[in-house]
């Protein structure tokens, strides 16, 4: 029955988020768009390490981005760098230096896809960032993995990983910028009915892969008597995520593209519950602690905060308050999930081994990809 009750959840959300007028309205801009989280422990600033504790960028509405930092005072001042290629980023023309913790906005930058910052101290390695969404025209839901430190002092590295909405509004325009970020394989976490009413766009030279994570199956009538239901409904869909035969073999899937080398795009339709949970998989794999994995699901509601009230306003309002749990995502849902690993399989390494199918060293191999420090 929960296999059933899964599949029927994921097919509704698609159903609601792939309306016209939920897609088609833009993605807010929160002010926590790209944040480096400041409670794992501080580490001194040796030479060779990264010493920043946190660390963001903020793009705004009239092209100005506002960076942040915080470092021990052990690194020294701090000299910021920019440029439109993460690897490429010119460090001889500085554009704001400041204190081992420091705010400052930039403006006057040219027009770029995506603008990258470089944040270089006196006394340790550098940090290249970016605002964590990338704006496109056919998704709200596209945002970079990286920019969070572990609970080690290391940091998950930006422009490795991105999680998305699904894929088949892109532009040329869009397609072309994600190309221009080096993404080198898109994982499709669909249905096949998803996958055929609405097919990914992917940028040229990608490779495609299909990591279905609901399978097949018979959906049943769901439960939407009331809105507790439907949210129970959500609990018991991210449940069965983590042990289903399905789902365990999708995000194998999907881990063993992050361990290959390039950037890797996975998502689903809305880009919140399959998509999420392997966010979350990847981010606690890396060493993220768990409030910050919880931070970057919870993220899904501000951009889809739009485009969700588009589609409930077409509602009646008794059917929107029963609909609104399957489109939102709430920390008991992302808990279920984790729940989920412990039941099943007592730790989280254990399902990484156990669920996953995961040696010591291809686990290792993940982490190696996302992580700088």
Same mark, same amino acid.
């Given at each position: 029955?929960?296999?059933?009750?899964?599949?029927?959840?994921?097919?509704?959300?698609?159903?609601?988020?792939?309306?016209?007028?939920?897609?088609?309205?833009?993605?807010?801009?929160?002010?926590?768009?790209?944040?480096?989280?400041?409670?794992?422990?501080?580490?001194?600033?040796?030479?060779?390490?990264?010493?920043?504790?946190?660390?963001?960028?903020?793009?705004?509405?009239?092209?100005?981005?506002?960076?942040?930092?915080?470092?021990?005072?052990?690194?020294?001042?701090?000299?910021?760098?920019?440029?439109?290629?993460?690897?490429?980023?010119?460090?001889?023309?500085?554009?704001?230096?400041?204190?081992?913790?420091?705010?400052?906005?930039?403006?006057?930058?040219?027009?770029?896809?995506?603008?990258?910052?470089?944040?270089?101290?006196?006394?340790?390695?550098?940090?290249?960032?970016?605002?964590?969404?990338?704006?496109?025209?056919?998704?709200?839901?596209?945002?970079?993995?990286?920019?969070?430190?572990?609970?080690?002092?290391?940091?998950?590295?930006?422009? *490795?990983?991105?999680?998305?909405?699904?894929?088949?509004?892109?532009?040329?325009?869009?397609?072309?910028?994600?190309?221009?970020?080096?993404?080198?394989?898109?994982?499709?976490?669909?249905?096949?009915?998803?996958?055929?009413?609405?097919?990914?766009?992917?940028?040229?030279?990608?490779?495609?892969?299909?990591?279905?994570?609901?399978?097949?199956?018979?959906?049943?009538i769901p439960d939407l008597s009331s809105p507790a239901a439907a949210a129970q409904m959500m609990v018991d869909g991210e449940r069965s995520m983590v042990s289903s035969d399905t789902g365990r073999a999708a995000y194998a899937t999907l881990f063993d593209a992050v361990a290959d080398d390039g950037a890797v795009l996975f998502h689903c339709t809305a880009g919140k519950d399959r998509t999420g949970w392997a966010a979350a998989a990847l981010l606690t794999t890396a060493g993220v602690p768990r409030d910050v994995v919880e931070d970057d699901y919870l993220l899904s509601n501000?951009?889809?905060?739009?485009?969700?009230?588009?589609?409930?306003?077409?509602?009646?309002?008794?059917?929107?308050?029963?609909?609104?749990?399957?489109?939102?995502?709430?920390? *008991?849902?992302?808990?279920?999930?984790?729940?989920?690993?412990?039941? *099943?399989?007592?730790?989280?390494?254990?399902?990484?081994?156990?669920?996953?199918?995961?040696?010591?060293?291809?686990?290792?191999?993940?982490?190696?990809?996302?992580?700088?420090?």
């Open positions: 029955m929960r296999l059933r009750t899964r599949h029927t959840a994921a097919l509704l959300v698609a159903a609601l988020v792939a309306a016209p007028a939920a897609a088609s309205v833009a993605a807010p801009r929160p002010p926590h768009a790209a944040a480096g989280h400041p409670s794992a422990p501080q580490h001194g600033a040796a030479m060779g390490r990264i010493p920043f504790t946190a660390a963001t960028v903020t793009a705004h509405d009239d092209g100005s981005f506002t960076v942040t930092w915080s470092a021990p005072r052990g690194a020294g001042d701090v000299r910021l760098y920019t440029g439109t290629d993460r690897d490429r980023i010119d460090t001889r023309h500085v554009v704001a230096r400041g204190g081992s913790s420091g705010t400052v906005t930039v403006t006057d930058l040219s027009d770029a896809d995506r603008r990258w910052f470089r944040l270089v101290p006196d006394r340790g390695a550098g940090l290249t960032i970016a605002d964590r969404l990338v704006r496109l025209d056919g998704t709200v839901n596209l945002r970079d993995l990286g920019g969070y430190r572990t609970t080690d002092g290391d940091w998950v590295a930006m422009g *490795e990983a991105y999680r998305s909405d699904a894929l088949d509004r892109l532009s040329e325009a869009d397609l072309d910028a994600l190309e221009g970020l080096d993404v080198r394989t898109v994982v499709d976490l669909r249905t096949g009915s998803e996958r055929a009413t609405a097919p990914d766009r992917v940028p040229d030279g990608a490779r495609y892969e299909v990591a279905d994570v609901l399978g097949g199956g018979t959906a049943t501000d951009y889809r905060a739009e485009a969700n009230a588009a589609a409930l306003a077409s509602m009646p309002a008794e059917q929107a308050a029963i609909y609104r749990p399957l489109l939102d995502v709430r920390p *008991e849902y992302l808990a279920a999930g984790f729940d989920e690993v412990h039941d *099943e399989y007592r730790s989280f390494d254990r399902y990484l081994r156990q669920g996953l199918g995961l040696s010591a060293r291809e686990a290792r191999d993940v982490r190696d990809e996302l992580l700088v420090g």
